[in-house]
């Protein structure tokens, strides 16, 4: 499957998309976008950091969900479903995939913390979990990175290589966000197998 045509996804998938604080944030519209164009349901997850690059009001007319962010918004009158939909997202969710994930991410998912809506969610989520790095060249291959990326793997997450290129900060290496056409893709192929 090419993930770049107009052509249905084998299956609909219920997607949370994950956008961390990286400048690739705004590649996760285009992300979305794509998602939605092929049938699947997206629901947004932006951390504080992201929502200072791209807010909610990029993301809702692309996915025409909610767009999450605060682990305790006020829905309503504040009732229960409202303070744990991070669970209740979980539990509906299919496939769960971050990205952009900073190197703040992934050394939170790595050590397990769980202080905001996205990390609540991951630990609550029992599918398939794809990290799409996004960094500084020497972030991507600093030792703490590279060992926090392992762990990852070895709680069965699946990470999605980034590119090679022009980087945000002057520098040219590797730690581009991925093509979004390569995301979908992988999405798709996860899905399947999970399906």
């Not at 932006?46 to 025409?64: C, M």
């Not at 509906?92 to 990390?119: K, M, N, Q, Y």
Request: glycine share 12%.
């Amino acid at each position: 499957m090419s993930g770049t045509g107009s052509e249905a996804a084998v299956r609909p998938l219920r997607i949370v998309l994950g956008v961390t604080g990286s400048i690739a944030a705004y590649k996760a519209a285009d992300l979305t976008s794509r998602l939605a164009a092929r049938g699947h349901e997206v629901h947004v997850v932006l951390t504080r950091a992201a929502a200072q690059l791209v807010g909610p009001a990029t993301f809702h007319p692309l996915s025409g969900n909610p767009v999450r962010g605060e682990l305790f918004e006020a829905e309503g009158s504040g009732a229960l479903g409202a303070r744990v939909e991070h669970v209740g997202l979980a539990d509906r969710a299919d496939l769960v995939c971050i990205a952009p994930a900073t190197a703040h991410t992934i050394a939170r998912l790595a050590l397990g913390v769980a202080d905001d809506f996205l990390s609540t969610l991951v630990l609550a989520f029992a599918g398939p979990v794809l990290v799409a790095p996004a960094m500084n060249d020497n972030m991507w291959a600093h030792p703490a990175v590279v060992r926090n990326v392992e762990t990852l793997r070895g709680f069965g997450y699946h990470i999605i290589e980034p590119d090679s290129g022009a980087l945000a900060c002057g520098r040219t290496g590797t730690g581009r966000l991925a093509d979004p056409a390569r995301i979908v893709e992988r999405i798709e192929r996860l899905g399947e197998r999970a399906g």
